[in-house]
C-alpha cells in the first residue's frame, strides 16, 4: 500500500515535530498548517488522503475546520487534541471527524491509528461501486443487494434493524460512529430512548456476530460515544 499524503494541522511547535518527525521516520508524505485558515487552503489545494488535526487553533476552532472539509470532501480526519470530554470528543466526531486521539499520545498509537485509517482509504477509493456489491471482513459477508449477511458461510439470521445496523457499521468499517449518528440513520431522530434500544439491538447482534462477546473482533464500544466496525486481516 502506498503511504498516504498527510496534512498535519497543528500550532504547538514541538507537538507538530513530534508528529513530522514520525511521519517522516516512517515514509509518510507530509504538508503543515499552523492554523485554520490555512489547513483548509491547504486541503482544498493539495487533497491530502487524511488530515491530522488539533482543535485548539489560533484562529478558529477545529471543528469548523472539519465542517469546512466536510462540506466537500469525505477525506479522512483524525483528530488529536488535549480536549478529553465525552463532549469534545462527540462534537468532533458529530462533526465529521472519522476518529480522536487524546494528547499526549504515544507514537506507537499514532501510527496504529494511521493503520487503520490507511485501511479504511481502501475501502473509500471503492465507493463508486454499486449497491450490489458485496462487503467482507474476515468471515464476515454482507450482500447489499440480497439483503443478507454471513459469517463462516452461514448465514446470519438477523432482524431489520439489526440488519440495519450491520450495513450502517460496514459502510463506515474503521470509523467511529456516534450514538447520534447511528439513531439518526436507523430511526430518523435521535432521542434518549433511542440511545437505550441502541444498546440493546447492538447486544444481540454482538451476539450473533462475535464468538467471544467479551474480546468483540468486529463491533469495538467506545464507551461514552459510539461504535466502531473494525477491519478484520
Known amino acids: 500500500m502506498n503511504k498516504p499524503l ?31 485558515e490555512t489547513a483548509i487552503l491547504e486541503a482544498s489545494s493539495h487533497n491530502p488522503d487524511i488530515v491530522l488535526l488539533d482543535l485548539g487553533l489560533p484562529d478558529m476552532d477545529g471543528v469548523q475546520v472539519i465542517r469546512s472539509i466536510r462540506s466537500w470532501s469525505n477525506l479522512p480526519i483524525l483528530v488529536i487534541s488535549a480536549r478529553s470530554e465525552d463532549s ?8 465529521g471527524a472519522d476518529d ?25 477509493n471503492t465507493e463508486h461501486t454499486a449497491q450490489s ?15 443478507c449477511a454471513y459469517l463462516d458461510g452461514q448465514e446470519l439470521h438477523l432482524t431489520p434493524i439489526e440488519y440495519k445496523l450491520l450495513c450502517l457499521l460496514s459502510r463506515n468499517v474503521g470509523k467511529v460512529l456516534t450514538h447520534t449518528y447511528i439513531t439518526q440513520n436507523i430511526w430518523g431522530r435521535s432521542w434518549e430512548n433511542d440511545v437505550a ?6 447486544a444481540t447482534l454482538r451476539k450473533k456476530l462475535e464468538s467471544e462477546p467479551d474480546s468483540p473482533q468486529y463491533i469495538q464500544t467506545h464507551i461514552g460515544v ?4 473494525m477491519k478484520v486481516e
Do not use: W
Open 133 to 147: 456489491s458485496v462487503f467482507v471482513n474476515g468471515k464476515l459477508r454482507v450482500d447489499y443487494a440480497g439483503g
Open 197 to 202: 434500544s441502541l444498546r440493546v439491538f447492538m
Open 88 to 95: 469534545d470528543k462527540i462534537e468532533a466526531l458529530d462533526a
Open 100 to 124: 480522536y486521539l487524546t494528547k499526549p499520545f504515544s507514537v506507537e498509537e499514532l501510527l496504529a491509528r494511521l493503520r487503520v485509517t490507511q485501511r479504511r482509504l481502501s475501502y473509500m
Open 226 to 229: 459510539g461504535y466502531r466496525m
Open 6 to 36: 498527510i496534512l498535519v494541522v497543528e500550532d504547538d511547535t514541538p507537538v507538530r515535530n513530534l508528529i513530522t518527525t514520525t511521519l517522516k521516520t516512517n515514509d509518510y508524505r507530509y504538508l503543515v498548517a499552523a492554523n485554520g
